[in-house]
């Protein structure tokens, strides 16, 4: 408080102190100080670092006189209070660095403290006595190198941090020096400051090597405890009276946690009761204060209060449950340390097979985890009860100002029994934490007994019984949590709660049934085929409505299998119903159609449908929503089944596949009728697809007289067992045709035309004169610019040339 002081030292203060010093005896200025921190104080050997705190010590009891003969002056003539009050702080602050000059003297002579001493123990063999003070050896070392690596650790942090406060310090200094070396007083207290944290740097850094070493030993004999340790387990003799000894330990442990169980019951019993009791208080002042909100008076004043008693005699009520369970637990874990040792002790004494011990490896660690997990549990309690308490002091402090600011003697009285039962409830907390925190004690010595032991005993059985103990301990973890994962519920549907196992469970099973369901259907489909000689038709048909019955019942049966109500289905169906009012027409449109479509199989597998005007193609699929027709050029077109029920549907192969073509073609006028008839005969059956019965027999047409020949037509019937358009069948009948012709010697004509000129130029009459000349010698033209019709016979290409020449 007094350097706080110090540093708000006034304007007239400082004036005030400088007229002081100046009338009194008056100090040397401080020296300046290059460095933040002073090395000398730390290194070097002992005896100059001794001869520089000696030295230093003397500067500072010189100034400490000095500040106390001046205090005496200070108060013959009259100095302010303040004035005097700043002078003790600055005296006070260099008292303190001369003990801490002793401190580091004392420091500097100190030898480093020897770590703990071996026990020593008869071995080998080694008793069950000797191996438990090996093993209390090996934890002491522990714990002491862990509280030592925890004192390095604050060490490093704090040399650090008084490294960056002494360079902060000597600017400071450094800057008030320059500015005002006549203020001698806040000037001496930064000096004093900055000597201060020179000093307790100092100090850290002659510790430290000294805890170096102790961590360096402490570490070594970490190494030789714990080989002492596999040594002493490896040559543990243990007699049957260690047995019987670990036997009756259990049994005393196991009486003494039933009788502390029976003699808690009734007690606990009474606090439950007790505490409904006080429950049902507590809703009735709560009742009466939702009665009285709007009144502000007295009356409502001590209805809080009492409301508030209440809450804290049911704080007190159960802070003593809590207190029993703690009692309980400290006599079971005795229980459990006994029945470990006993079992240990058994399986190592008999020379147990390497089953037994995998047995009582896993069985323990899992036992382990357990308490690790009440560790944690206890751990969150003393944080949650101590948190708990500093509320409670709170309330504490709040109860009390109220109680001395009441106006009414009942208010009062009422605070006051407030502030008693506060003080019981904080009297419970603090026995429910020393309570806690012994079991926290014994929760971490039982789990690290137990873990030391399981590990030493797994190096004592096989590599494979190591493996099968690893894996059951880590997977039993592993299945707790995926069954917490799995059976977490998610929603609600009816009464039923869906989990994320149920989802699986369906998903699975929806999956084996479409895989055995389609399995199925290829079988029944070959034996359709093979056995009763079905068309692919039909028997896509019966397959596929048997695989979508079977498909919607098994959906049914796999929703009940796992646990869903299907009462609820009508909010399903409800809910699907408006679905398809909305936005489902069309598919539900298309579902019904191939339903129509596999069972009055208008439409069937295999068939030869047209699509538009131009295309066609088979169908090779025909599924309950879309149906699939691969035309010849290999596309495939997938049509909504819709498109066969409400549009018109062009089929080749509906009630059987034979197809008559028809195949016009024509010759000249030369030709013998008849002679081209059995040609064309002739010609119709050399092609392999045609077929011809009674009932489908071949015919040849004489369609009549045209313009360039006689026209005929072949009819002709074929089976429509590939897929090819009629243009694709009609091409094998025209080659078959052309071969015949050309062997008979049959003329096929070309297109003749008459061209009759009734007007014409003198020029182009000239140049129709040379053209035709050659060709036709009888032809007669003048000058008459009126021709006669002239018929042209010629070939094809010569026509093509004189038409190019008159033309150009």
């Not at 100090?27 to 705190?53: C, D, K, N, W």
């Not at 009414?408 to 003080?423: F, K, Y």
């Not at 592993?478 to 869906?498: C, N, R």
Request: aromatic share 8%; with cysteine.
């Amino acid at each position: 408080m007094h350097r706080r002081k110090m540093q708000k030292l006034s304007l007239p203060l400082l004036l005030l102190s400088l007229i002081f010093f100046h009338s009194s005896q008056s100090l040397a200025l401080p020296p300046e100080v290059s460095t933040p921190q002073e090395v000398r104080l730390y290194q070097g050997s002992p005896e100059e670092i001794t001869a520089f705190i000696t030295q230093r010590q003397a500067e500072i009891d010189k100034i400490i006189e000095t500040l106390d003969r001046n205090i005496d002056k200070s108060a013959d003539k009259g100095a302010s209070q303040e004035l005097q009050s700043s002078t003790t702080a600055v005296k006070d602050l260099y008292s303190g660095l001369a003990l801490q000059g002793k401190s580091l003297l004392k420091e500097l002579s100190r030898t480093v403290s020897t770590t703990l001493n071996r026990p020593t123990v008869e071995g080998p063999p080694y008793s069950v006595e000797g191996f438990d003070k090996i093993i209390s050896f090996q934890q002491q070392t522990n714990l002491l190198l862990a509280d030592c690596n925890k004192k390095f650790t604050l060490m490093q942090n704090r040399l650090a941090s008084l490294k960056d406060a002494t360079v902060s310090q000597l600017s400071d200094y450094a800057k008030f020096l320059k500015t005002n070396p006549q203020n001698q007083l806040p000037l001496y207290e930064k000096y004093g400051k900055l000597l201060n944290l020179q000093n307790e740097y100092a100090l850290l850094q002659i510790k430290k090597p000294k805890l170096e070493k102790q961590l360096a030993e402490l570490n070594e004999n970490k190494k030789s405890a714990a080989a002492w340790v596999k040594e002493a387990f490896a040559q543990l003799k243990i007699t049957p009276e260690d047995v019987d000894s670990a036997r009756k330990q259990l049994e005393a442990s196991q009486t003494s946690f039933k009788d502390i169980t029976e003699a808690t019951s009734s007690e606990y019993q009474d606090l439950n009761s007790r505490i409904q009791i006080y429950e049902i208080q507590l809703d009735d002042a709560l009742a009466q204060l939702e009665a009285n909100k709007t009144n502000n008076s007295p009356e409502r004043d001590g209805l809080y209060v009492e409301k508030e008693r209440i809450e804290l005699i049911l704080d007190a009520l159960k802070l003593r449950l809590r207190m029993i369970n703690q009692k309980r637990l400290n006599f079971e874990l005795k229980a459990l340390k006994n029945n470990f040792r006993l079992q240990w002790l058994s399986n190592y004494e008999s020379g147990a097979e390497q089953k037994s011990l995998t047995v009582f490896v896993t069985t323990w660690s899992l036992e382990a985890e357990q308490l690790a997990r009440r560790l944690e549990t206890t751990t969150t309690a003393i944080s949650d009860v101590t948190l708990a308490r500093s509320n409670l002091i709170q309330k504490q402090v709040t109860i009390n100002n109220k109680e001395a600011a009441a106006v009414t003697a009942p208010l009062r009285e009422a605070l006051g029994a407030l502030g008693r039962q506060a003080d019981k409830v904080n009297e419970n907390i603090d026995k429910l934490i020393l309570a806690l925190s012994e079991n926290d004690q014994d929760l971490r010595n039982a789990r690290r007994e137990i873990e030391q032991i399981l590990d030493l005993t797994r190096f004592s059985i096989s590599l494979t019984e190591r493996m099968r103990t690893w894996s059951a301990i880590h997977l039993a973890g592993l299945k707790d949590k995926a069954l917490s994962v799995l059976y977490y519920p998610l929603f609600s549907f009816g009464t039923s709660t869906v989990t994320l196992l149920i989802i699986f469970k369906i998903i699975v099973l929806l999956f084996l049934g479409i895989f055995f369901l389609r399995l199925l259907r290829h079988k029944i489909a070959v034996l359709l085929k093979e056995k009763a000689g079905m068309s692919g038709g039909v028997i896509n048909s019966i397959t596929t409505l048997g695989y979508y019955a079977c498909l919607l019942i098994g959906t049914l049966i796999i929703l009940s299998t796992a646990g869903l109500d299907l009462s609820q289905l009508s909010i399903i169906l409800g809910a699907l119903g408006v679905g398809i009012g909305f936005g489902l027409q069309t598919i539900t449109n298309n579902f019904i159609s191939g339903i129509i479509l596999l069972t009055e199989q208008t439409v069937k597998v295999g068939d030869l449908v047209s699509i538009g005007d131009d295309k066609v193609g088979e169908v090779i699929k025909l599924a309950i929503r879309a149906t699939i027709v691969r035309t010849i050029e290999g596309e495939e077109v997938i049509i909504p089944n819709s498109d066969f029920i409400s549009s018109r549907v062009n089929t080749w192969t509906y009630s059987d596949d034979w197809r008559r073509l028809n195949i016009p073609f024509g010759v000249s006028y030369d030709s013998d009728p008849d002679e081209i008839v059995r040609l064309a005969e002739a010609a119709a059956r050399e092609v392999p697809i045609t077929r011809e019965d009674f009932m489908h027999p071949l015919r040849i047409f004489f369609e009549g007289f045209g313009d360039n020949s006689l026209d005929f037509s072949i009819r002709v019937w074929c089976r429509m067992t590939n897929l090819k358009a009629p243009s694709g069948l009609k091409s094998d009948y025209y080659f078959a045709l052309f071969r015949k012709f050309k062997e008979a010697g049959v003329v096929i004509p070309f297109p003749q035309r008459d061209l009759h000129l009734q007007t014409a130029s003198p020029q182009l009459t000239a140049q129709l004169k040379a053209l035709i000349a050659p060709d036709r010698d009888n032809t007669k033209i003048d000058g008459n610019p009126t021709l006669p019709s002239t018929t042209d016979t010629g070939s094809r290409p010569a026509r093509k040339r004189k038409n190019e020449k008159m033309a150009n």
